[in-house]
């Protein structure tokens, strides 16, 4: 599998000879900024691996994120880019390239479309544990609080409810990665923001899709404005809210439209509990409980702000992600 520079590279290369445009690379100011200027305008660049129907709207709300930071257009460059994705990113007007020389770039009056070259598909590898199923797990409470790294694997193991030899596997590879750095004084978190990054990738299209218990609606249209009167507290099994409306409580700032629920219980035990009904297009998440913790965050019944973020930066809308970057400042600052 490719590394980060060797996909823009190759990328460029082709993109020259497909163009035959100008093209200079550049570094910013803070680790990992890179863009490139192509015909005297200028990208900012997030490089990825590969697009998968699991990650692709989290790789367009990292995009647009780091296109506000910057005030510059941003474009996607990887190694390989599914066909119904890069046409669905072109209608949306998501500038991307692949290491073919694919693309769809347009800012002001430069437009690119390069269309038909033979995409390099990704090899099915063994992926890091780190960035699997349990590896994601135990990165979650890392990242919730990076004092768990100093946590025995015992303790660390029984906090993500993972094996033992689980958590050793991914606290090396989280070590070699640059992400953990281990001195006498005990294991200490490194590049918290590109880890930040990957996780919430892996989560989106690796663990989440399993998470995923039922799709349901409210059965009465005025529920959805007073959903925050939902008695979730007195379900039988521990039922809390996560993404817009976990927000929506956590900011006093954005009223949900899309609504998802975490539980530790059935899916079935809500129809009777919040008068649910399940429909395979609701806007109603209902999601298994994957940490153990307390119920309440400060009081109230909410996941964690970790996940609230996670969720908000999955949804690919502008709203959503505004909000991310307030409980970002808010809540997880010690993460930049």
């Not at 033979?118 to 349990?134: G, H, L, M, Y």
């Not at 946590?151 to 030899?165: I, T």
């Not at 709203?319 to 808010?330: G, Q, V």
Request: net charge neutral; hydrophobic share 40%; charged share 25%.
């Amino acid at each position: 599998m490719k590394n980060e520079r060797n996909i823009l590279e190759e990328a460029i290369i082709k993109l020259r000879e497909y163009s035959g445009l100008s093209i200079k690379t550049g570094k910013g100011k803070s680790e990992g900024d890179v863009y490139i200027t192509i015909s005297e305008r200028t990208f900012v660049v997030e490089v990825k691996t590969a697009i998968s129907a699991g990650n692709k709207a989290l790789i367009f709300s990292l995009l647009n994120r780091k296109a506000i930071e910057s005030k510059l257009p941003a474009i996607l460059v990887a190694q390989y880019i599914p066909s119904d994705i890069a046409k669905e990113y072109a209608t949306h007007g998501i500038n991307y390239l692949d290491i073919a020389g694919n693309c769809s770039i347009r800012s002001e009056d430069l437009v690119i479309q390069i269309d038909g070259k033979k995409r390099e598909k990704i090899a099915k590898t063994n992926q890091a544990r780190a960035f699997q199923e349990a590896g994601i797990r135990t990165i979650f409470h890392l990242l919730a609080d990076p004092k768990n790294a100093q946590l025995s694997y015992r303790e660390l193991a029984k906090l993500a409810d993972v094996s033992l030899g689980s958590v050793g596997h991914v606290m090396q590879e989280l070590t070699e990665l640059d992400f953990v750095l281990a001195t006498d004084k005990g294991k200490f978190l490194k590049n918290m923001p590109l880890l930040l990054e990957r996780w919430l990738i892996a989560y989106h299209d690796v663990l989440r899709p399993r998470l995923l218990l039922k799709r349901m609606r409210f059965t009465k249209p005025e529920q959805y404005n007073n959903w925050d009167n939902l008695p979730i507290q007195d379900a039988d099994d521990v039922v809390l809210w996560g993404g817009e409306p976990a927000a929506s409580l956590l900011t006093n700032y954005l009223y949900p439209e899309k609504f998802a629920i975490y539980t530790n219980g059935s899916w079935q035990d809500l129809i009777t509990d919040l008068k649910l009904v399940p429909e395979d297009n609701g806007n109603i998440e209902i999601l298994k409980i994957f940490w153990i913790e307390e119920v309440k965050f400060r009081g109230k019944y909410i996941v964690p702000p970790l996940l609230i973020y996670a969720d908000l930066m999955g949804s690919r809308i502008g709203r959503n992600i505004e909000t991310a970057k307030m409980i970002f400042d808010d809540e997880l600052s010690y993460l930049q």
